[in-house]
Structure formats: structure tokens, C-alpha cells
Antibody
Framework: QVTLKESGPGKLQPSQTLSLTCTFS??????????VGWIRQPSGKGLEWLTN???????YYNPSLKSRLTISKDTSNNQAFLKITNVDTADTATYYC???????????WGQGVMVTVSS | DIQMTQSPASLSASLGETVSIECLAS??????LAWYQQKSGKSPQLLIY???RLQDGVPSRFSGSGSGTRFSLKISGMQPEDEADYFC?????????FGAGTKLELK
């Protein structure tokens, strides 16, 4: 059974760096054709894809936030990481870690972690 | 970026009614489209990928169709547990983009 679980700070202040961790089980981050992604959803709003990292360490970012995003993974510990620098109140959202299939759809989602940016 | 336009934004359906949700892409995306269901307070779940392929474990009353720029999700026989938000997503080109969502309620 594939499960993903996000963890993060919950609350942070504007201009700080948000660091999130996704811990995988039941699936390997080194399996050919698989990737990990991050998607966020402000309360009551739609979904925004942020970034993906693939089994071969290839990375893709949403251009709207690219300069602020960094995705990485630790294959040996089955974890993926997301950093967002210089956060603002507009970054307040639930952040989901997702497993990506080769063709780009997301077949497993974490429970999400709520992040609030507030002074 | 490819814009995904979903319609309607909301609808209500009676038990057993057949429901259709449309998704229009701003440019051709072949069949690189997925549909997700998000129940209140929960994470989204994959229903359909490659426009028409049913994800394992998803009830057969859900079906998807379309290619190019026009896609649809059909629920053949609304059930109480189908009350949720539905989102389409294109995985044809980065950045991946989602429709704004359709809220489906039981009448």
C-alpha cells in the first residue's frame, strides 16, 4: 500500500523559508517512471501544481514560482523535500505531496499539511 | 501555460441521475487529461487518467471521454458518496494545470 505523509512547520512569518518533507512508503523514489510532486490548495480554492522530481532526478518547476522553489529527494530514506523561499501571505495553503506517474498524472496523494504565513 | 476551463462551476443532481462535467483546454493536449475527486476535508483522489482510463478501485459508473481540447467526465447514476468537488488536470505540458473545479451536490 502506497502512503505519503507531509510534515512542515504549520505557521511561519513573511520572508521566511518554508521547508516541507514528504515521507513515502510502499513505493520507491528510484523506481523507473515514477516521480514526486508538490501541489497546493488555498482554503476553498483550486489546485496549483508547484514542482516535480523524477526517478532520474530530473526536476520541473512552475514558472510562476520557479525562482523561489527547490525540490529534492533522499532515495535511501524514501523522502522528498520542498523549500519555498521568501514566503508571503499568498503562500498560505494546504500543501500536498503526490506520487507522479510517468505520463504526469498523480495517483497517490498525501493527507496534506496546512501552512499559514502570517506576521 | 495551458488554461483548463471547467463547466459548470457547480451543479446538483438527484439520486440515480446521470451527470456530466466538461473540461476545455486552451490548446490541444491529445488525451493527456486526468480527473480527480475531492470530498470535503479530504485529499483529491485520481478517478480517470489518459482521458478515459479508469483508475483501479474507482466505480465503473465514472467514465471519461474526449481528446484534443474537449473532455468530459460522466457519472452514470449519482450516488450520495459522489458529492464532492471534481477537477480536471492536463499533463501534456509543463506547467501542469488544473481546472477551477466543479462542485457536485446531491439534490
Amino acid at each position: 500500500q502506497v502512503t505519503l505523509k507531509e510534515s512542515g512547520p504549520g505557521k511561519l512569518q513573511p520572508s521566511q523559508t518554508l521547508s516541507l518533507t514528504c515521507t513515502f512508503s510502499g513505493s520507491s523514489l528510484s523506481t523507473y517512471g515514477l516521480g514526486v510532486g508538490w501541489i497546493r490548495q488555498p482554503s476553498g480554492k483550486g489546485l496549483e501544481w508547484l514542482t516535480n522530481i523524477w526517478w532520474d532526478d530530473d526536476k520541473y518547476y512552475n514558472p510562476s514560482l520557479k525562482s523561489r522553489l527547490t525540490i529534492s529527494k533522499d532515495t535511501s530514506n524514501n523522502q522528498a523535500f520542498l523549500k519555498i523561499t521568501n514566503v508571503d501571505t499568498a503562500d498560505t495553503a494546504t500543501y500536498y505531496c503526490v506520487r507522479s506517474q510517468y505520463y504526469g498524472y498523480f495517483d497517490y496523494w498525501g493527507q496534506g499539511v496546512m501552512v499559514t504565513v502570517s506576521s | 501555460d495551458i488554461q483548463m476551463t471547467q463547466s459548470p462551476a457547480s451543479l446538483s443532481a438527484s439520486l440515480g441521475e446521470t451527470v456530466s462535467i466538461e473540461c476545455l483546454a486552451s490548446e490541444g493536449i491529445s488525451n493527456d487529461l486526468a480527473w480527480y475527486q475531492q470530498k470535503s476535508g479530504k485529499s483529491p483522489q485520481l478517478l480517470i487518467y489518459a482521458a478515459s482510463r479508469l483508475q483501479d478501485g474507482v466505480p465503473s459508473r465514472f467514465s471519461g471521454s474526449g481528446s484534443g481540447t474537449r473532455f468530459s467526465l460522466k457519472i452514470s447514476g449519482m450516488q450520495p458518496e459522489d458529492e464532492a468537488d471534481y477537477f480536471c488536470q492536463q499533463d501534456y505540458k509543463y506547467p501542469y494545470t488544473f481546472g477551477a473545479g466543479t462542485k457536485l451536490e446531491l439534490k
